[in-house]
């Protein structure tokens, strides 16, 4: 399975990359929703887990991307810092399927992981 990665803090997306690879998923990284974008369009990801504060093009923007093509289905987690409470439901209201807070857990990350690829 290919997880695709966008997150701008480069000591997340390492834990990030870290924790998926160490459960066997393959692991595509992008630091600005641009390239996410890119990857998405390229890669074929089957989740993606995205911060909502990138350069270029925020996670807003991707999440709606993402879920204006319902033929993918692809599944979205949402990393936001505490405190974004309306951004969050924006995230939602676009087609986000999950959030997790800033610092996460990574047995909580794994978990939500699973689930949405087995939904999938």
Same mark, same amino acid.
């Given at each position: 399975? %290919?997880?695709?990665?966008?997150?701008?803090?480069?000591?997340?997306?390492?834990?990030?990359?870290?924790?998926? &690879? #160490?459960?066997?998923?393959?692991?595509?990284? #992008? +630091?600005?929703? /641009?390239?996410?974008?890119? %990857?998405? /369009? +390229? &890669?074929?990801?089957?989740?993606?887990? +995205?911060?909502?504060?990138?350069?270029?093009?925020?996670?807003?923007?991707?999440?709606?991307?993402? %879920?204006? $093509?319902?033929?993918? $289905?692809?599944?979205?987690?949402?990393?936001?810092?505490?405190?974004?409470?309306?951004?969050?439901?924006?995230?939602? $209201?676009?087609?986000?399927?999950?959030?997790?807070?800033?610092?996460?857990?990574?047995?909580?990350? $794994?978990?939500?992981? %699973? /689930?949405?690829?087995? /939904?999938?």
């Amino acid at each position: 399975m %290919k997880i695709l990665v966008a997150e701008d803090e480069a000591l997340m997306l390492a834990a990030l990359v870290r924790n998926l &690879e #160490t459960d066997g998923y393959e692991v595509i990284s #992008t +630091t600005d929703g /641009r390239e996410a974008l890119e %990857k998405y /369009r +390229t &890669e074929s990801p089957d989740l993606i887990i +995205t911060d909502i504060l990138m350069p270029y093009t925020s996670g807003l923007e991707l999440i709606g991307i993402v %879920k204006s $093509n319902p033929e993918k $289905n692809i599944p979205i987690i949402v990393l936001s810092a505490l405190g974004q409470e309306a951004t969050v439901l924006e995230a939602f $209201n676009l087609g986000a399927d999950d959030f997790i807070a800033k610092p996460f857990n990574p047995g909580e990350l $794994n978990l939500r992981v %699973k /689930r949405l690829l087995k /939904r999938k």
